[in-house]
């Protein structure tokens, strides 16, 4: 027997348009990743009668309920007083609670609102899950043979919360009801390839896999994060399961680089910049950026990789031309150009003494710039003796231009080490 | 009466996490424009039984049901039949639409598939909402003093059908009900105070209106860009509605203001730097940034301002230590510090030839630095004869703490500017 999960997200903004359930679709892909069931999700607003009933209506036809949000310590933040009239139970105060937030208050400072306290009241019977990152604990709360989880709506609390408490114990409720198989998978992550190209490149096989049952192959557009391929096999054991999805996986970007070459920078959370910065590790060079039309997003990409202070010097944006002009060498003239990309990443490279130096300068629209339609773009990079740019005709609004510009700078330096680390040592 | 109405969207993508539910997002801000009440949403995966009970669990607790998706011309496009059972009705082949759908196709040069006939499959006793953009028509189903339509999951398909069919169906069940009411509503977009703070700040207000029945006020936790206070009103006729909300924001704005001080940035869609931008515009000064520990998210803020070039200059981000030293004249020694921040300031000011400089500098973490725990942060300014810095502690992990830092610098300089503007002039 499958443990069926139903997700109920509280809060009248869902209702409203005003968010995007991001949280619904967090889970949803944890639940699918880990092979859990989940047939319905609801949306409910702040209010006690109808958050009951969307409760009461999950229990009748799933066997687990996440409900997300509504723990928060004020006046409309409900979702403690609904369960407990689901359970039949009262609320009561928790003395433990109570010191852990007033501690969580202190800590920082600053006096605990009343308020606050609300969020240690806890239906009778219920278990609390601690809070790591904030002061709304969550719950897990017995009805018989099915569960109610509480969890926040502050996505940062949840998603920890969830991996921490939540998942562990569906999967030892689904182990308990028998049958367990082990989901595994894995995103292939690539960038410049359209949905429809990969789909084509892989399509005999994606075919071959449909009655198999055992191995499925899917593309999830990422937007600026480039087209994922997640391959997900379900084994007898875990063992079983990497196999699967191991010799898959072989096949796959065989599939892939043959027909698109090497578009696969990645796998499961990494990112264009752990790329990047894997490769500079290995050659011990270190990079600086000259950025206009990305305004200071590749740098911010690139600082989030942890200890990128070992191998990241700064950058400099360089958004009004003369900057360019006056602290990047670049020549008065055009800046939207191959030459000026150019310029602008040998002279970063000098100004802020690295090994390598990256740039982009382009038009982000909805003018055009230098007679140059908007998407026009030139990456620049000075590595060595190497000095070049690319080319670039990016589609989108203005926020697409400029994060796709980040993402395929990048993916332009990639390739550039690549390059250089396969190239044949030249001894002099 | 009002008519209260449920949004079920059909397609398993969406329960998986593989797809954001924009439909429901859309047609929840549409409906609550409209003054429209929806209390439910409901995802559901494509498989007959579940949109059976999911339609019959809507129908139990709202007035009209809209179902988006499932009309396409695959296996698993199945709404039209879920419906039909719903009805207790057969399913019809209407004449008329088949040889539309094959005019789609002729048109284009292009023969139809025979699986497009499916989409000419209709529920005996409904009515057809003729397509403009694609092939699958839409549905208008009555059952008794209920109704359901289907439209198709296609947003742009979708979009267009709800606007020129339901929209007006709806309202017109609304008049027939009687009592029409207008929703409005605005955001108060504020930076510094918890939710929990700004909770206790409008406390009373918050409960004298919980029976009002007309104006209601809730908190949104919006992450990184702060909280939102939301007022909503419902008024009779536009200005009625626009009336309430207006004297309700003068007396959320007077409570705020008197116990948080002035922590509201902007309103409705209005961002931190939109906030900064409208400030530096009327001054007629440009601005220059120095990043450390945020590496190029403030700058990358900035530019998404429409009209950035008019005021803003560029930016270093100095991650390095002694590219502050080298390039903006930070005296070496520690760079964690207030006298560094000014510095930066002072440095990338006279360095990009820009009136204002702002910098920050500070541990993400989560490693300590200098002797300093993650959250220490400083902003530094220069403007005119005025340097300064503000120290802060921020909370969360080291993307956190990043994207709390950019927001912080922003607001440091957003009442920095308003404190100059507000300064008495001497004259020299």
């Known amino acids: 027997m499958l443990v069926r999960v139903e997700i109920v997200a509280v809060g009248t903004e869902l209702l409203l348009g005003q968010i995007a359930d991001t949280n619904g679709q967090w889970l949803g892909e944890q639940l699918a990743a880990n092979g859990i069931a989940s047939h319905f999700h609801q949306h409910v607003g702040d209010n006690h009668e109808r958050i009951v009933l969307a409760l009461r209506t999950a229990l009748a036809r799933s066997d687990a309920v996440i409900v997300c949000g509504g723990l928060g310590p004020t006046q409309d933040d409900i979702t403690r007083a609904a369960i407990a009239e689901v359970m039949g139970v009262a609320l009561e105060r928790r003395a433990e609670l109570v010191d852990t937030i007033r501690g969580f208050f202190e800590a920082r400072g600053r006096s605990m609102p009343a308020n606050n306290l609300l969020q240690a009241d806890v239906p009778h ?38 991996e921490r408490a939540v998942l562990g114990d569906l999967l030892e409720r689904e182990r308990a009801a028998g049958a367990r198989a082990v989901i595994t998978s894995r995103v292939l992550r690539t960038w410049g390839a359209s949905e429809s190209a990969l789909a084509e490149a892989v399509g005999d096989r994606f075919d071959a896999l449909i009655d198999n049952g055992r191995v499925t192959i899917a593309f999830l557009a990422s937007g600026i994060e480039g087209i994922k391929v997640r391959i997900t096999a379900r084994g007898d054991d875990a063992t079983h399961a990497a196999e699967l999805v191991a010799s898959e996986e072989q096949l796959v970007r065989r599939l892939i680089n043959e027909q698109l070459g090497d578009i696969i920078f990645g796998v499961d959370a990494q990112s264009m910049e752990d790329a990047v910065a894997h490769r500079l590790l290995a050659r011990d060079s270190t990079l600086a950026v000259a950025e206009s039309i990305t305004g ?15 191998w990241f010097r700064g950058g400099v944006v360089s958004y009004a031309s003369d900057v360019k002009f006056a602290l990047l060498g670049v020549a008065r003239g055009p800046v939207v150009s191959g030459d000026a990309a150019e310029s602008m990443a040998r002279g970063v490279r000098t100004l802020l003494g690295a090994d390598i130096g990256l740039s982009v300068t382009g038009v ?20 060595d003796e190497r000095v070049g740019h690319v080319a670039l005709r990016l589609p989108g609004d203005r926020p697409r231009i400029r994060a796709y510009s980040a993402i395929s700078a990048l993916d332009v330096l990639r390739r550039e080490l690549d390059r250089v680390a396969s190239a044949p040592t030249v001894t002099t």
């Open 364 to 383: 982000a629209g909805p003018n055009e710039q230098e007679g140059q339609p908007a998407g026009t773009v030139f990456v620049g990079f000075a590595m």
């Open 296 to 310: 200071g997003l590749i740098a911010s990409r690139l600082v989030n990789v942890p200890g990128a202070s070992a």
């Open 125 to 162: 019977g219920a278990r609390v899950i601690d809070q790591r990152r904030g002061t709304a604990p969550g719950l897990i709360c017995p009805l018989g043979q099915k569960v109610v989880y509480a969890v926040p709506g502050v996505p940062y609390e949840m998603t920890e919360m969830f």
